[in-house]
C-alpha cells in the first residue's frame, strides 16, 4: 500500500497520508479545490472514499488516487454531512458507486444545496464580487496569519467558480438511520450517526480492526470548529459517545491526521465559545472585547471565531 501511494502521480488539490493498509486519508492542500479532507477504504474485497471535496477537479483526482492505489473500483462513497466542501464531488462517482449518508443529510442536500447551487449558477455575479471583496481586504490585512488563511480561501473560491457551470447536485441514493455495516473480505466498516452535531446531521466511519476513525467536521485538527448550522450541545454529547470507541488514530475533516487529544481539543472550544458568549451576555460586553484565547491562537479558519461568538449569541440570547 505504502509503494503505491510513493508512486501514485500525486495531486495539486491533496497529499496522501497512510493511516493503515485500510485507511489512505486524502489532506486537502490550503488554496486548492479540495478544501475538505477525503479518505479511501479498502475493506479487502471493496473500495470506497468518503467524502469528495469542494470541486470537481479535486474529486477526479481523488477518484484515480482511489482506484490507483487500491487496485479496485470505488464500490461505495459515504457523506459525512451535507456541506459543499464534502460533497461537490460526488457527481464524478454517480451513478456507477453508490453514495451513501443518514436520511437526513440526503434531504438537506436534495432541497437546501439543490436550491442554492441553482442560485448560484443562475447568478455568478453575486459570489464573484464577494470573491473581489475579499481579494480587496486581503490587501488591506495586517495580520499576516489571517492574511495568509484569506488568500487560501481567496483561491479556493477561484477553484471552486472554475467547477460551477459544469457542477450538477447528486445526492446519496442510499440511506441510513442509525448504523449500517459494510463487510469486506479483511475487514468491515461501520457507518454510525448519533444525530447532528457540526450539522443537521453527521456520520462518522469507524474501522473497528484498525482502531481508525473517519469523523468529518465533527473534529478539525488544529481548525477553529465551525458552529454556522451546529447545535452546540448536542455536538459535545455527540463527541461524548464517540470517545467510548476503542480509537488509535482519527481522519479529521479538516487539518492533519490525529488522535483523540484533538478531539478533546474541538470539546473544549466549544465549551469556552459557550461560556465566553454567556459570560459577556450577563455582564452586557460587546462580542468584540471577546478575544480568541491563548490556546487556540495557532488554529487555522480565524475567521471563524467571530462567526462562532455571533451564533451562540443567538442561541444564548434566544433562550433567555
Given amino acids: 500500500m505504502k509503494n503505491r501511494i510513493e508512486s501514485f502521480q500525486g495531486s495539486t488539490h491533496f497529499r496522501l497520508h497512510y493511516v493503515a493498509d485500510s485507511v489512505i486519508a486524502a489532506i486537502a492542500a490550503p488554496g486548492s479545490g479540495a478544501v475538505g479532507n477525503a479518505s479511501i477504504i479498502d475493506l479487502g474485497d471493496i473500495a470506497m472514499v468518503v467524502d469528495t471535496f469542494a470541486t470537481i477537479q479535486a474529486a477526479e483526482d481523488l477518484?484515480?488516487?482511489?482506484?490507483?492505489?487500491?487496485?479496485?473500483?470505488?464500490?461505495?462513497?459515504?457523506?459525512?454531512?451535507?456541506?459543499s466542501d464534502h460533497t461537490s464531488g460526488n457527481?464524478?462517482?454517480?451513478?456507477?458507486?453508490?453514495i451513501i449518508s443518514t436520511a437526513v443529510t440526503r434531504e438537506v442536500m436534495d432541497t437546501f444545496a439543490r436550491e442554492r447551487l441553482a442560485r448560484f449558477q443562475e447568478n455568478p455575479e453575486q459570489l464573484l464580487q464577494a470573491i473581489d471583496e475579499l481579494e480587496g481586504n486581503i490587501q488591506k490585512e495586517s495580520n499576516e496569519k489571517l492574511k495568509m488563511e484569506m488568500t487560501w480561501e481567496h483561491a479556493s473560491d477561484r477553484e471552486y467558480m472554475k467547477s460551477l457551470p459544469a457542477l450538477v447536485?447528486?445526492?446519496?441514493?442510499?440511506?441510513?438511520?442509525?448504523?449500517?455495516?459494510?463487510?469486506?473480505?479483511?475487514r468491515s466498516?461501520?457507518?454510525?450517526?448519533?444525530?447532528?452535531?457540526?450539522?443537521?446531521?453527521?456520520?462518522?466511519?469507524?474501522?473497528?480492526?484498525?482502531?481508525i476513525l473517519i469523523i468529518g467536521d465533527l473534529v478539525l485538527s488544529k481548525h477553529h470548529p465551525v458552529l454556522t448550522n451546529a447545535h452546540p450541545q448536542d455536538w459535545l454529547d455527540i463527541?461524548?459517545?464517540?470517545?467510548?470507541?476503542?480509537?488509535e488514530a482519527i481522519v479529521p475533516g479538516h487539518g492533519e491526521v490525529c488522535s483523540l487529544q484533538e478531539l478533546y481539543e474541538v470539546k473544549?472550544?466549544?465549551?469556552?465559545?459557550?461560556?465566553?458568549?454567556?459570560?459577556?451576555?450577563?455582564?452586557?460586553?460587546?462580542?468584540?472585547e471577546i478575544e480568541v484565547p491563548q490556546r487556540y491562537q495557532h488554529w487555522s479558519f480565524t475567521t471563524y471565531f467571530r462567526s462562532n461568538l455571533s451564533k451562540a449569541h443567538t442561541m444564548i440570547t434566544n433562550k433567555a
Fill in 63 to 83: 477518484k484515480a488516487a482511489a482506484e490507483y492505489i487500491t487496485g479496485k473500483p470505488v464500490s461505495y462513497v459515504i457523506n459525512t454531512h451535507w456541506h
Fill in 91 to 98: 457527481q464524478v462517482f454517480s451513478p456507477v458507486s453508490p
Fill in 169 to 186: 447536485l447528486s445526492p446519496p441514493n442510499l440511506t441510513f438511520d442509525r448504523q449500517l455495516t459494510i463487510y469486506g473480505s479483511k
Fill in 189 to 211: 466498516a461501520q457507518l454510525l450517526t448519533f444525530g447532528g452535531g457540526h450539522s443537521q446531521s453527521d456520520t462518522i466511519i469507524y474501522i473497528p480492526q484498525d482502531k
Fill in 239 to 247: 463527541l461524548e459517545q464517540v470517545e467510548q470507541l476503542d480509537i
Fill in 268 to 288: 473544549g472550544d466549544i465549551a469556552d465559545i459557550m461560556a465566553l458568549v454567556q459570560d459577556a451576555v450577563q455582564s452586557e460586553k460587546s462580542m468584540d
